[in-house]
């Protein structure tokens, strides 16, 4: 079997840096930076008070308390305040641009507050409550590096620099196919023999959680001619905005009915078993669609295999795919919380619940790849090595925090 | 002034949970259940083969090898499966419902992979091989509670009960305003004395990131009369999907063109200096509008003050608002990496990055409230609390992870 390894890195090499494309600032959070960002202007543009009071002459307060005749009123945003005479005060606002002939702002508070004439109690040093231009950001300087992802704050830093758009990598698209003749849409009535279809939502949230857009095609029927149509239409169809990557899953495994193998196979996907539990049969690639060549990852069908595989092999990826600075989910490392077994040559993939202040993750459900509810209950997987078939209540495990 | 606490309870105050409303699948990732979410038949629906192969009795295996006519072949997805007629078998796939009358499916490598006659090489116990109906959820199970954060794996499971929509909380909707004759936006041209606008956009993702719906309203200029009439238009022309808190910065320090302050003061809102750094002056209440009263939250006007306040009081409120079960940020402690000193009597919010691997946290930047260009550099927020005035290097303080 092949190791989990060597799968992953064949995933890995499916899917290249995405393209650099321009994003508004409201659609650039959560995404990475293509290009260094740098100020045209410094930050703060021009010096400007820190203070609501008045702009002086620092000299002009050498004996306190002074009166000083008001000459102008400097709100924040005027562009046309007149220089300070020598023996004069400006009414300022915080943010307004200091007077040319100004060091220095006196805070209201000290003094009297009047329009026509101040009195000011207290001396202020040359410089104080003033903000220096360029203080923040100098102008050429580089103030995010490409890579960044961009929160708030880092939107916050574009926009006072007057970046009104930014360079961002792609979103990598995903079309999410789920394959089975016994899939019936949720809200759908249920015969016997039917199962409510439940990776492909499940799938597609994923992506879009990862950062990537998910889109989900539902439903292939198992032949294989209506599949491969069906797949390379949508490819088609979406031409102008092209899918980076095509998610399957079921029609996997070693059945007589395996319509994602029997299409892929043999035309640039591999088949693999994995030793890894759940999850074992695997296949990567690439297919060849109407509008070129497109990679190709397909998951096993049972959910728990799959969303396991997807964050195995596919979300680091994807994250990886637009620069996302952490692709994979944040690892730590505790004591199991009771004893379990784990079959000889696979890796395993267990759902757990963690207890950060006890440092102990516990098991929840069992092994089974069908036991949906106990995923949903969890918010770990835990780590059992391939070589590893027993491991004691108390011995230490990595576990993947899938809430990071 | 106001103590940190008493001010973000007043905003707590402002905002009751959101409505229930009905969202798709994909629609309701990042969301909170409204209502428990009860199965309406087991999952699996009906007992199911967990391997591809061969439906048999057990019994019929109590010799082996043994060859059994292959009397039905079993797709997944077939509604109208035969019974099991005693010494036969059925060729089965995984997932497909075990026909009645067999007790244990023999996988296909145990068998020659007849198609007309099987030979069965090793017996299989009863039972082997075979999910059980309602093995993994029984009907009239709550398989997720009301207060549940949908993942990839919550709605994985309500897709696996047939649930086609869910009900969850109404994301806040958040209305954010920049006031300010200063500011310009973000591509255009700057004059002298002006500067581009960052706290919108700023703040706006500062909304969406916490889980809410922030909306952009640019830009109001100083004066009163038009604040009022442009918000007003804005609340009414939202009448359909209304706005849960409008979120203002600037126009609320002491200076004499306060225009949030002169337009909310003495009617509904209520302004407070808050014993906090950056972040003193704040304000909290409720307008009334075209469309009756909407809480109002109103932010300093200085980028660094505007996003420690968002981060303080307002993103904890949004999260609870929508039933978020972690309102807050993660909270840690680590060593301050270097001495700093506090002013007396204000609890400071200093801009950080923390080493996790060594447990300290290194402040980004000084105290000052326009040094955006640290905060977009930080991952962290920690505090010093209001009667601490200077802090040793290897002092442990309270970290908040920003990337959380």
């Not at 029927?221 to 079921?250: H, I, K, M, N, Y």
Request: proline share 8%; aromatic share 4%; charged share 20%.
């Amino acid at each position: 079997m092949r190791p989990v390894a060597e799968h992953a890195a064949a995933v890995a090499a499916l899917l290249g840096p995405t393209a650099a494309e321009t994003a508004t600032l409201a659609d650039a959070r959560g995404r990475v930076l293509a290009e260094d960002l740098v100020a045209p202007h410094p930050l703060p543009p021009f010096a400007n008070s820190a203070m609501d009071g008045y702009a002086v002459r620092s000299a002009d307060l050498a004996a306190t308390p002074v009166a000083l005749p008001v000459a102008a009123d400097v709100p924040a945003g005027r562009t046309d305040g007149p220089p300070l005479a020598p023996g004069t005060a400006h009414r300022i606002m915080t943010g307004a641009a200091l007077p040319e002939g100004a060091d220095a702002v006196v805070q209201v508070e000290w003094t009297d507050g009047g329009t026509e004439q101040v009195r000011v109690e207290q001396a202020v040093d040359a410089g104080q409550n003033v903000r220096g231009a360029g203080e923040d950001v100098t102008a050429g300087q580089v103030v995010l590096t490409a890579g960044t992802l961009l929160g708030p704050a880092q939107i916050g830093l574009a926009a006072a620099i007057g970046a009104g758009t930014l360079r961002v990598r792609r979103r990598p698209r995903v079309l999410v196919l789920s394959t089975g003749s016994e899939l019936v849409a949720p809200g759908e009535p249920l015969r016997h023999g039917q199962i409510h279809e439940s990776n492909g939502p499940m799938l597609a949230a994923a992506v879009d959680e990862a950062g990537g857009r998910g889109e989900l095609l539902r439903f292939v029927p198992d032949d294989v001619e209506q599949f491969t149509r069906t797949l390379d239409d949508a490819l088609a169809a979406r031409a102008d905005d092209p899918v980076d990557l095509v998610l399957t899953s079921g029609g996997v495994s070693a059945g007589a009915y395996e319509v994602v193998k029997d299409a892929f196979t043999g035309r640039g996907v591999t088949f693999s078993k994995v030793a890894m539990q759940p999850g074992m049969p695997q296949g990567a690639g690439h297919h060849r669609g109407p509008t070129g060549e497109v990679a190709v990852v397909t998951l096993p069908g049972n959910p728990v295999s799959s969303l396991v595989s997807f964050e195995v092999f596919v979300r680091p990826v994807l994250r990886a795919a637009f620069g996302h600075p952490q692709p994979e989910r944040p690892r730590v490392r505790a004591r199991l919380a009771e004893a379990l077994s784990s079959p000889a040559g696979r890796q395993q993939f267990r759902r757990g619940r963690i207890d950060a202040v006890a440092g102990t993750v516990a098991p929840v459900g069992a092994a089974g790849s069908h036991l949906l509810a106990a995923l949903a209950h969890a918010d770990c997987l835990f780590v059992v090595d391939a070589q590893v078939t027993r491991v004691e209540a108390g011995e230490s495990v990595e576990v993947w925090l899938l809430d990071g």
